[in-house]
């Protein structure tokens, strides 16, 4: 067991890698057949003809707009907008782990703990970083969003698609604690990936919640320590707002294209 707990991070990693690989390769084949049944084809020809219809009024009105940015509110990520999706991630994982932490001693939170210690004991930062904080959460967003959410979200409604995928990502973590948390960030995840139509919105959402989960104790106690209790209450505040304002967003781009599918 000791062993096995020594090198469960990287096993459990490759592990994910291995299994999405296939799951990208699935996805790619949905896609084009959502764009050849007509799933799609309705939510990317709005949604192109009303940014084009923006350009040409733009342009009219003395603005300057490259043709490259016609999609940007489609599938493409712009850093200012991953940083928001990496904050977002880590305000929701900050106060979703609140909100199970309030119904813990319902949830035998000993045993998850336990588990955790022996995980990370003897692991660098840098380690839990890379392998919980990156390669876990892109692995896990290719199969329960990319595969599980958008293959149930081409059968049911986005909410039902959502919740029922969030229960298969509980059900994964095989303990009743990180069940709960999982289930509940993954329905976030589902709908905040629907909303902004791009696939990489959940990875970095994911991300950002997994790091700053693994930093947020040492952070809040050298802010303590350093800087007082004003810092950690502007930081949590920090979060809040931000955190807010990048579902807010997400999810006026959904309203402004009809709520339509753009994966």
């Given at each position: 067991m000791s062993a096995y707990y020594q090198h469960v991070l990287m096993l459990t990693g490759l592990t994910g890698?291995?299994?999405?690989?296939?799951?990208?390769?699935?996805?790619?084949?949905?896609f084009v057949r959502r764009r050849e049944t007509g799933i799609l084809q309705a939510a990317v020809a709005k949604t192109t003809l009303k940014a084009e219809s923006e350009a040409i009024s733009e342009k009219m009105n003395g603005g300057v707009r490259r043709v490259g940015k016609i999609f940007a509110t489609g599938r493409r990520l712009r850093i200012p907008e991953i940083l928001v999706f990496l904050v977002t991630?880590?305000?929701?994982?900050?106060?979703?782990n609140i909100l199970v932490g309030l119904f813990q001693q319902y949830l035998n939170p000993e045993a998850y703990q336990e588990t955790q210690s022996l995980?990370?004991?003897?692991k660098s930062i840098w380690s839990l970083i890379f392998w919980?904080?990156?390669?876990a959460p892109?692995?896990?967003?290719?199969i329960f969003r990319w595969m599980v959410f958008l293959r149930m979200r081409d059968n049911m409604r986005v909410l039902t698609a959502a919740l029922l995928s969030g229960v298969t990502f509980g059900i994964y973590h095989m303990n009743l604690m990180q069940g709960v948390y999982a289930t509940?960030?993954?329905?976030?995840?589902?709908l905040i990936l629907e909303w902004r139509?791009?696939?990489?919105?959940?990875?970095?959402?994911?991300?950002g919640a997994n790091i700053w989960s693994l930093l947020v104790s040492d952070v809040m106690l050298y802010m303590l320590d350093h800087t007082g209790a004003t810092s950690v209450i502007a930081l949590n505040l920090f979060l809040v707002f931000a955190g807010t304002y990048g579902i807010w967003r997400c999810y006026k781009n959904y309203q402004g294209r009809g709520c339509t599918r753009l994966i």
């Open positions: 890698i291995l299994a999405a690989i296939p799951c990208v390769w699935l996805y790619r084949g949905d991630g880590a305000f929701l994982g900050q106060y979703g995980i990370s004991q003897g919980m904080g990156i390669v892109f692995a896990e967003e290719v509940i960030m993954g329905l976030l995840f589902a139509g791009n696939l990489f919105a959940s990875v970095f959402l994911h991300m």
